[in-house]
Nanobody
């Protein structure tokens, strides 16, 4: 089993920055990738970013490219999401996720999820 715990959400003005953290515990050594998703009120959950653990390749949704950066500290079993130039449309609950097996589809196949952390961007 794997447990994921997010932190770092909060209220920020448009143009500001936040850094989300996700601490993974349990059987994390076999994971293929870690990622971030978000869900805004009344909308479906959407992919934000992912990073493969072995190669460190990163992937981003078009809506956050150039503004968000994903990184990991494997020694600390932690994945981060640095969010800059935040916009009101970035307001959502952000979820950390872990994928155990290889897949070239970042929208499905995630095995574990955190409880989410709220990010609110005011205009």
């Amino acid at each position: 089993q794997v447990q994921l715990v997010e932190s770092g959400g909060g209220l920020v003005q448009a143009g500001g920055s936040l850094r989300l953290s996700c601490l993974a515990s349990g059987r994390t050594f076999s994971s293929y990738a870690m990622g971030w998703f978000r869900q805004a009120p009344g909308k479906e959950r959407e992919f934000v970013s992912a990073m493969t653990r072995s190669s460190g390749r990163t992937y981003y949704a078009d809506s956050v490219k150039g503004r968000f950066t994903i990184s990991t500290d494997n020694a600390k079993n932690t994945v981060y999401l640095q969010m800059n130039s935040l916009k009101p449309e970035d307001t959502a609950v952000y979820y950390c996720a872990l994928k155990e097996e290889y897949s070239n589809n970042w929208y499905s196949g995630w095995n574990y999820w955190g409880q989410g952390t709220q990010v609110t961007v005011s205009s």
